[in-house]
Nanobody, 123 residues
Framework: VQLQASGGGLVQAGGSLRLSCAAS????????MSWFRQAPGKEREFVAA????????YYTDSVKGRFSISRDNARNTVYLQMNSLKPDDTAVYYC?????????????????WGQGTQVTVSS
């Protein structure tokens, strides 16, 4: 599986962005998909995960109520809708695939990673 993330950019605080992650291959629906982010000087942190059917998801506390993860298995794409963005959300955002129903919050347990897309939120 190859993953290609896109949709990042520069936005003012309070604004919105929608990230997309397009996957190659025919087995996209066999993978739980997640988004992580990494700010300069910090470790990569879990943001959100969605199960292989799209019926279940969970989020890190800091983005609950503001971010929404979704997937379209017909298009082999996972999305991250980010609303009410804050400067603390500034980071490179990565999509990741974990074989199985849904991924964990541990980066090392993921099989595939996208290349990352920069999100910058100005105050």
């Amino acid at each position: 599986v190859q993953l290609q993330a896109s949709g990042g950019g520069l936005v003012q605080a309070g604004g919105s962005l929608r990230l997309s992650c397009a996957a190659s291959g025919r087995t996209f629906s066999s993978y739980g998909m997640s988004w992580f982010r990494q700010a300069p000087g910090k470790e990569r942190e879990f943001v959100a995960a969605i199960n292989w059917s799209g019926s279940g998801s969970y989020y890190t506390d800091s983005v609950k109520g503001r971010f929404s993860i979704s997937r379209d298995n017909a298009r082999n794409t996972v999305y991250l809708q980010m609303n009410s963005l804050k400067p603390d959300d500034t980071a490179v955002y990565y999509c990741a695939a974990a074989y199985g129903p849904i991924g964990t919050q541990t980066p090392s347990e993921y099989n595939y990673w996208g290349q990352g897309t920069q999100v910058t939120v100005s105050s």
